[in-house]
């Protein structure tokens, strides 16, 4: 008989749906059916269970193609490439647990490296910003029940996060707003008009690039001084009209995505978008929320910050001194100024998702994969450890848009013999303490990776 | 009608991409829904293309070919989109204003009408980059 598990979170966006239905088969090893999830949130779990999922780590091969190894083999070349670089960097971590994290901080410190996570290339300019400007935000449970206006900036949540505006923001009724879409006045603010302009009531196609301007006539509109007739493309009307519409709300919350981060300004974008927040507390309560990307790429900011003082770009080769200055200790910059001499590719792709000169520089090294899935990124490595695809077949901690926590659970059992992040760090932790006791035996000649670019 | 315009690109997430990705990067939908890249009328007028037809689009840092489609989401002119993915990072600066993050969006590039050309797989545009590519295999 198919067994029905109910209250499944998904490991797909930041809104970490925990309402999905996953009817698995009667031996527990195929699933079925996925219920409430989103068209992307539906394909994970489906995929899992695809006969194209890799079993066993794989190792690049002087013809190019891969072999496979050992679970034992794997963690020995991971620790031996670590072990023998200089500034060796552990970049990704958007689609795994917490647990798994800290065991790769662990890796981290011990290996002397750079750890880094997605954040980098996504959310990393909204930590800076709030570094500078402080965080006034709320949980997705405040948005759903109170919110009666809500201004979505720079982000499409139809299309990057396809159940937000149902679960927390436009369409549902809360406690406060019992008539749920018809209390609430929708804002958004984004160069292109897209699906989610199409739910709005007011739509601002502001100028790509001009964030910043929009926002500052925002906030001297807000202080009741004047403004020119036209700005970042918004007519002088249009903006007034908004801006009367935030300070009436009884409660309010701009969620703002890539348009901000990716766009000139970086930073300074989200900054002001914070001081726009804060001015408008003035008058009455106003909240704002980084739409974080994938589900749990709130997690590492939590437990690095925890371990280390720092949520993403810390630079650890000074081991148990931590250092973070983005720009510098940056995957991206790190890779452009030819900075690290080895490449962790954990839970990501930045095969895919790195522009394509940093790729090109990253690989000048041994480049090492862990990732469930076949990506860019693996099937450019040196070696491919395959884990198991958390929230399907490994339970954990991850932490939602809103920094709440929720405890995830696993629907199957991994393919047999694949094992999780956690395990697979804690192995090469183990082995990299086995290597520097024999090299402290042996005296300062170092042991070198069989594989074949760690020869280099 | 010109030979080449000059459009401010940006890249961000479609749900056709998301939900690619996930089925995996090698697959046709993936192809399908990264390989494009959606502009103006105006600008597809300017350029006097025909649905569907192959342009390429080269940045201060690279060059990709990628389909000119009618996207569901209007831009205004002026304004060019690749879905975030392998094709689009062929183009993107790694130049980060010193946060880490590339110029994923509001950067320069050219587009031109090519003919004689094809559309790269996305395993051929990486591992082409990094000299691992082996052909169709």
Redesign the interface.
């Known amino acids: 008989m198919p067994k029905k598990i109910e209250n499944v979170g998904c490991p797909?966006c930041g809104v970490c749906c925990d309402d999905l239905v996953v009817t698995v088969s009667d031996d527990g090893k195929q699933i079925l059916e996925v219920e409430n999830a989103c068209?992307?949130g539906n394909?994970?779990f489906h995929?899992a269970t695809g006969s194209?999922r890799v079993r066993l780590p794989r190792l690049r091969q002087p013809d190019?193609t891969y072999k496979d190894i050992s679970y034992d083999e794997a963690v020995d070349y991971a620790a031996k490439v670590l072990h023998n670089a200089k500034k060796p960097l552990i970049y990704g971590f958007g689609s795994t647990n917490c647990e798994g994290m800290a065991a790769a901080a662990k890796v981290a410190e011990k290996a002397g490296a750079v750890l880094?996570n997605c954040a980098?290339?996504?959310h990393?300019?909204s930590f800076?910003a709030i570094f500078d400007n402080g965080y006034p935000s709320c949980t997705l449970g405040e948005t759903k029940n109170r919110a009666d206006v809500i201004v979505y900036w720079g982000a499409?949540p139809?299309?990057?996060h396809?159940r937000h505006m149902s679960r927390y923001s436009i369409f549902p009724r809360g406690f406060f707003t019992g008539k749920g879409h018809k209390s609430r006045k929708i804002i958004v603010i984004d160069?292109?008009?897209?699906?989610t302009?199409q739910v709005a009531d007011i739509y601002l196609?502001v100028k790509?690039?001009h964030d910043y301007d929009l926002f500052d006539a925002f906030r001297t509109a807000a202080r009741g001084h004047e403004i020119p007739e036209e700005v970042a493309?918004i007519k002088r009307e249009r903006i007034l009209e908004v801006v009367e519409i935030m300070k009436k709300a009884r409660f309010g919350t701009i969620f703002y995505g890539?348009?901000l981060?990716?766009?000139?300004?970086?930073?300074h974008n989200v900054d002001i978008a914070i001081s726009l927040t804060r001015d408008l507390n003035d008058f009455t309560k106003w909240t704002i929320m980084a739409m974080r990307g994938h589900y749990n790429i709130t997690g590492p900011g939590a437990v690095w910050s925890w371990q280390y003082g720092f949520p993403?770009?810390l630079d650890l080769t000074k081991r148990d001194i931590a250092h973070m200055n983005?720009?510098e200790t940056?995957?991206?910059?790190l890779?452009?100024r030819d900075e690290v001499d080895a490449f962790f590719n954990v839970g990501t792709?930045a095969?895919?998702?790195?522009?394509?000169?940093?790729?090109?520089h990253l690989?000048k090294h041994p480049w090492i994969t862990v990732d469930p899935?076949?990506?860019?990124a693996s099937?450019?490595s040196d070696l491919h450890i395959p884990v198991g695809v958390v929230g399907v077949e490994v339970p954990g901690i991850v932490y939602r848009m809103d920094n709440v926590p929720i405890q995830y659970r696993k629907v199957i059992d991994p393919p047999e013999g694949v094992i999780s992040d956690e395990e697979l760090f804690e192995r090469i932790h183990k082995r990299l303490c086995e290597l520097e006791a024999e090299e402290a035996a042996k005296g300062p000649a170092k042991a070198t990776p069989a594989g074949v670019r760690a020869e280099e | 009608m010109a030979n080449r315009i000059t459009l401010?690109m940006?890249?961000?997430?479609?749900?056709e991409e998301?939900?690619a990705?996930?089925?995996?990067?090698?697959t046709p939908e993936y192809f399908e829904a990264c390989s494009i890249i959606e502009m103006h009328d105006d600008d597809v007028r300017a350029l006097g293309l025909v649905p569907n037809q192959l342009v390429r689009v080269t940045s201060e840092?690279?060059s990709v070919v990628v389909k000119a489609v009618r996207g569901?989401?209007?831009?205004?002119p002026g304004?060019a989109?690749i879905p975030?993915?392998?094709w689009a990072?062929?183009v993107?600066?790694?130049r980060?204003?010193?946060?880490?993050?590339?110029?994923?969006?509001?950067f320069p590039v050219t587009v031109e009408p090519v003919n004689g050309e094809r559309r790269k797989s996305?395993?051929e545009?990486?591992?082409g980059?990094?000299g691992?590519w082996?052909g169709d295999q």
Do not use: W
Not at chain 1, 191 to 195: C, F, G, I, N, S
Not at chain 1, 373 to 376: E, H, W
Not at chain 2, 21 to 26: A, D, I, L, P, Y
Not at chain 2, 96 to 106: F, H, L, M, R
């Open positions: 797909y068209a992307i394909q994970i995929h194209e190019g880094d980098s290339i996504c990393g300019s800076l499409n139809a299309h990057a396809p160069p292109r008009h897209t699906d302009a196609q790509q690039g493309g890539m348009g981060c990716h766009s000139d300004g970086r930073n993403y770009c983005p720009g940056s995957s991206v910059d890779a452009m792709d095969g895919a998702h790195f522009p394509i000169e940093a790729v090109k690989k899935n076949i990506c860019m099937e450019i | 401010n940006i890249t961000q997430r479609s749900i998301g939900v990705m996930e089925k995996g990067k090698t840092c690279g569901r989401q209007s831009l205004y304004l989109f975030q993915g392998v990072n062929q993107v600066p790694p980060t204003q010193a946060t880490g993050e590339p110029q994923y969006s509001g996305a395993l545009l990486v591992q980059a990094v691992l082996r």
